[in-house]
């Protein structure tokens, strides 16, 4: 199994900066992919970013895409989400889950194919 650990969330203002962490932990050498999810209030879950632990090639939602950026260090079995220029819809709980195997054609965006999860950091953005 794998063991992951959010931190970094927070309150900020419209248009400023945090940066997410999740640490990895257990069968880290079985990590595949890293993905982050958020799900706002009484909204669905979805996707955010991901990166491939090998290659390091990274993912991104279009509602984010040139505001957040993911990296990895593999030495260090973390994942972060520097996320910038952060609006009052970027609200939600910020989750980080990994898999361990390749992905089925979109699976990549799908919460139901990541198998390990966080408990989730809280991102509240004011106007």
């Known amino acids: 199994q794998v063991q992951l650990v959010e931190s970094g969330g927070g309150l900020v203002q419209a248009g400023g900066s945090l940066r997410l962490s999740c640490a990895a932990s257990?069968?880290?050498?079985?990590?595949?992919?890293m993905g982050w999810f958020r799900q706002a209030p009484g909204k669905e879950r979805e996707f955010v970013a991901a990166?491939?632990?090998?290659?390091?090639?990274?993912y991104g939602a279009d509602s984010v895409k040139g505001r957040f950026t993911i990296s990895r260090d593999n030495a260090k079995n973390t994942v972060d989400l520097q996320v910038n220029s952060l609006k009052p819809e970027d609200t939600a709980v910020y989750y980080c889950?990994?898999?361990?195997?390749?992905?089925?054609?979109?699976?990549?965006?799908?919460?139901?194919?990541?198998?390990?999860w966080g408990q989730g950091t809280q991102v509240t953005v004011s106007s």
């Open positions: 990166i491939t632990w090998s290659g390091g090639r990274a």
């Open positions: 257990g069968r880290t050498l079985s990590i595949y992919t």
């Open positions: 889950a990994t898999r361990t195997r390749p992905f089925s054609p979109g699976g990549l965006y799908l919460g139901s194919s990541y198998e390990y």
